[in-house]
C-alpha cells in the first residue's frame, strides 16, 4: 500500500478513532505508562510522539516532560494531527507542539530528541526499519525510541477473531505477514530486528498484558468499524451488503468475551526500545 492510500485510509478512519479513543483507550494507560519510563520521560524531557492519533499518550508524555520539557505530536494523517490538539488543549497543555510529518520523513524537520515514543504504529508502516532510522537521525546520541505494538495474543485472542473473520469476508490470504499489517511485529524477535537494523544499540522487548472493556460485543464492533483502519481495510473492496454481513459475524463472535460486567477481551503489547549509541 502507499503512503497515500495510508494517510487516506486514517485520514477517513479519524473522526471515529478520535471519538472511541476518548472514552475507550483507558485500557492502554498502564502499557503506556511502561512505555514512558522505559523511554526515560521525566521533567525537562524533549520527546518526539510518532503517530499520535488523537493524543491520548501525547498527553501522558507531555505532563511528565512538564514545562521544562516538551513533545513534539507527529501524524500522517492531518485530521489525526487536528484531533490531538484538541486533546492536548482540553487537557491544558502549553508544553505540546504538532505537525503532519510521515515516521519515515522526520530527518531535518526538528530535533534533538531525548525520547521518541510510538503507540499502535511502527507494525502498521511498510517499511519499519526505514521509519526506525529516521526516528534514529532526531535522537540525541544516547536518547531511546520505544515502540508499542500488538503482541502475540494478536493471534489468538478477541482481535484474532475479528481480524480472521474479516480477512475471510475479504479473501485476503496471507496478510499476516505482510509488512505493514497489524500483525507484522507480534513476534518479539521481528520487533527486535527492526530496531537493531535501525542501529538502535541494547535493544530489549517486553511484553505486558492487557484488557479491553466495553459495555458489550456489539459497541466492541461499532469502534472497530468505526476507528480501526486496518481492520476495515480487510473488506473495503466489498459491497455494502456483504461488508454488513461480516461485521454481524463478527459481533456473534465476540458475544463469547461477554460476562456479566459486559465484554472484558485480554490482549497483550510489546514494548521494544533501543538506544542511540553515544560513540
Ligand atoms: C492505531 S493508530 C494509533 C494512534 C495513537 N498512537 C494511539 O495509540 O492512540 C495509528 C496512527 O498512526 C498513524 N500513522 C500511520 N502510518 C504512519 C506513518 N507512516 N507516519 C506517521 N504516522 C502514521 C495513523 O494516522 C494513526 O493516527
Redesign the pocket.
Known amino acids: 500500500m502507499s503512503d497515500k492510500s495510508?494517510s487516506e485510509q486514517?485520514n477517513a478512519s479519524a473522526g471515529g478513532?478520535a471519538h472511541w479513543?476518548a472514552q475507550a483507550?483507558d485500557y492502554l494507560v498502564p502499557a503506556t505508562e511502561t512505555m514512558l519510563d522505559v523511554a526515560a520521560v521525566g521533567p525537562g524531557a524533549r520527546v518526539l510522539d510518532?503517530?499520535?492519533?488523537?493524543g491520548?499518550?501525547t498527553v501522558l508524555a507531555a505532563r511528565r516532560a512538564g514545562d521544562a520539557g516538551h513533545v513534539l505530536a507527529?501524524?500522517?494523517?492531518a485530521p489525526?494531527v487536528a484531533a490531538a490538539e484538541k486533546t492536548v488543549a482540553a487537557a491544558g497543555l502549553r508544553n505540546v507542539a504538532t505537525r503532519v510529518c510521515?515516521?519515515?520523513a522526520l530527518v531535518g524537520t526538528a530535533g534533538p530528541f531525548d525520547a521518541a515514543i510510538s503507540?499502535?504504529?511502527l507494525m502498521?508502516?511498510p517499511d519499519p526499519v526505514s521509519?526506525a532510522r529516521s526516528v534514529h537521525a532526531v535522537l540525541r546520541p544516547g536518547g531511546r525510541f520505544v515502540a508499542l505494538v500488538p503482541g502475540d495474543q494478536a493471534k489468538t485472542g478477541f482481535n484474532a477473531i475479528a481480524l480472521d473473520i474479516l480477512a475471510r469476508h475479504g479473501g485476503k490470504t496471507n496478510w499476516e505477514d505482510k509488512p505493514g499489517s497489524i500483525r507484522s511485529l507480534v513476534d518479539p524477535s521481528r520487533l527486535a530486528a527492526v530496531l537493531r537494523d535501525a542501529g538502535f544499540a541494547d535493544v530489549t522487548v517486553m511484553t505486558v498484558p492487557t484488557i479491553q472493556r466495553m459495555p458489550s460485543a456489539g459497541v466492541m464492533t461499532q469502534m472497530i468499524r468505526e476507528a480501526f483502519a486496518f481492520y476495515k481495510s480487510l473488506i473495503a473492496a466489498l459491497p455494502a451488503d456483504r461488508q454488513e454481513a461480516a461485521w454481524v459475524e463478527v459481533e456473534q463472535a465476540l458475544r463469547r468475551f461477554e460476562g456479566p460486567d459486559g465484554f472484558a477481551g485480554t490482549s497483550e503489547m510489546n514494548i521494544g526500545v533501543g538506544q542511540k549509541p553515544t560513540g
Do not use: F, H, N
Not at 50 to 54: D, F, K, L, P, Q
Open positions: 495510508i486514517w478513532w479513543a483507550a510518532i503517530g499520535c492519533g488523537s491520548e499518550q507527529i501524524d500522517i494523517a489525526m510521515a515516521a519515515e503507540r499502535l504504529v502498521l508502516i521509519a
